[in-house]
């Protein structure tokens, strides 16, 4: 029997603009074992952040699926949604416009306690606060102090307590590292690594940064204008990236060591536009390996070793495979 928690397939979200229909999210097919991390990488405007959303229902799908604990979610009523915010929920990248500025440290944790109506009662509501902020590495003292008056690093770690309020089992993690100092970076990813252990919690971890997802993830979905162009387990990605977009994003990550120099890619050519895209591979404007096949036809998935797939006509004449 399969263990995952979340199926996503052919999940598609489309905005209508004066220009045209942008497709921000076109067809992405994926799953998520229970307890695990799948880390979703990608350029700015690649549709990973819409894609969480959508699977949130903050953002409602164009159309396919959404497949949540065996459940078909993808449309839900009113009270299955409240239902599902308790399970399901997010960490946002900017901790300091995400917590509202005139409420305390105790305001903001309680909040999702006293919408669902948890409890009433202000012992245990202040019980449950201690208990949450101990738990994510907040000393008891800042429980009134208010969002301005803390670092990057302690107001993320606000975020990562109201999100676990509601004791959920998946957590999108949309970028919740990036405006954080790398010091700051690793202290937040090892957080979220411990509570993962002990809550059992199951990740969608957001980033443009592939470096971030490396210790933290199970599985990498690299995404390119809305689509997938590479997934695998996050140990073999990196070991073994085979799309071109993928090297490229892999080749910018600086290397510790001196004498395992990696060359850096830099890609030419235009970002073609989400807006009514042309037929073909989105990536051919920017491939150094394109050709005419790529501009006219869109290539299909196709899973080159256990786990490993990849979304590109020449994958094989590429990495001589
Ligand atoms: Fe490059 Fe063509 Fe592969 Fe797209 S399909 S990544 S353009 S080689």
Redesign the pocket.
Known sequence: MSNNILEVKNLKKHFDTPKGTLHAVDGVDFTIEAGKTLGVVGESGCGKSTLGRVILHLLDSTSGEIIYDGENITKVDKKQFIDLRKEMQIIFQDPFSSLDPRMTVSEIIKEPLVIHGVTKDKNELDKRVSELMSTVGLVDRLVNAYPHELDGGRRQRIGIARALALNPKFIVADEPVSALDVSIQAQVLNLMQDLQQEFGLTYMFITHDLSVVKHISDEILVMYLGKM?EKAPAKELFANPL???TKALLSAIPTPSLTKKRERILLKGEIVSPIEPKP?????P??????E???TTE?EIEEVSLGHEI?????K??NKL
Do not use: K, N, S, T
């Not at 920017?286 to 050709?291: G, H, S």
């Open positions: 162009v799309h071109p977009y073909g591979c989105r990536f051919a920017r491939c150094p390996y394109a050709e096949l790529c501009r290539p979304v590109c006509h020449f994958v004449e590429i």
